[in-house]
């Protein structure tokens, strides 16, 4: 049973350059969030999908967006990168109503590294 | 705005030995607590969890003690092994503004357990 991949695992953006994550979420779940984890803080809430819409978002401007496609992955489009965009971005799975109760199950992340 | 707090970002106990984290919160609209546990290079994994009707929940060598008087929470690890060495994120959610999914993280605390 495969759990929450996320790809690719390591890249490096200059500022102002666009950059897409992606992620497939455990088998059964149909709800991804996504997560922003800075060096030595916790992980952020930026957006969560549902049924290919957003159903919530954390406090990240419009250059975070996202998408959920009919087999439930999901992408990540950060555009005009800033330095401060580095960070590792997490990709969580759950089953929709079911995430804030433990059922929330996480990927090994994308570290990105904007120069 | 930190909602949850972790004003330990570390902790260092001998094999055997009891280890407390700590956490503190601040929005009394948070019902659910949760703590996580990450290793280097992997995302994080769920530990144990507390509703807010409870003060006490336990899995095995885990103990998440809540006090909702005083806004805090604390995880318990009794005994601590060499394997618990990891950072260990508290997170919480309010279901009233949820669908599931969002968690407000605290910075994390890493525990280091000597043999």
């Known amino acids: 049973d495969a759990g929450v991949t996320q790809s690719p695992t390591h890249l490096i953006k200059t500022r102002g350059q666009q950059v897409t994550l992606r992620c497939s979420p455990k088998?059964?779940?149909?709800?991804v969030s996504w997560y922003q984890q800075a060096l030595g803080q916790g992980p952020q809430f930026i957006f969560q999908?549902?049924?290919?819409?957003?159903?919530q978002r954390g406090n990240f401007p419009d250059r975070f967006s996202g998408h959920q496609f009919p087999n439930y992955s999901s992408e990540l489009n950060v555009n005009a990168l800033l330095l401060g965009d580095s960070a590792l971005y997490l990709c969580?799975?759950?089953?929709f109503g079911r995430g804030d109760t433990g059922e929330l199950f996480f990927g090994e992340g994308s570290r990105l590294t904007v120069l | 705005d930190q909602q949850v707090k972790q004003n330990s970002p570390s902790l260092s106990v001998q094999e055997g030995r009891i280890s407390i984290l700590n956490c503190d919160y601040t929005?009394?609209?948070?019902?659910?607590f949760l703590w996580y546990k990450k290793y280097p290079a992997e995302g994080p994994t769920f530990l144990i969890s507390?509703?807010?009707?409870?003060d006490k929940n336990e899995d095995g060598r885990f103990t998440v003690f809540l006090n909702k008087s005083a806004k805090h929470l604390s995880l318990h690890i009794v005994p601590s092994q060499p394997g618990d060495s990891a950072v260990y994120f508290c997170?919480?959610?309010?279901?009233?503004?949820?669908?599931?999914?969002?968690?407000?993280f605290g910075q994390g605390t890493e525990l280091s357990v000597k043999p």
């Open positions: 969580a799975s759950s089953l």
């Open positions: 929005n009394s609209m948070f019902d659910y």
């Open positions: 507390i509703s807010s009707i409870k």
């Open positions: 997170a919480a959610s309010a279901s009233i503004y949820n669908q599931g999914g969002k968690l407000i």
């Open positions: 088998s059964g779940h149909d709800t």
């Open positions: 999908y549902y049924e290919e819409e957003e159903r």
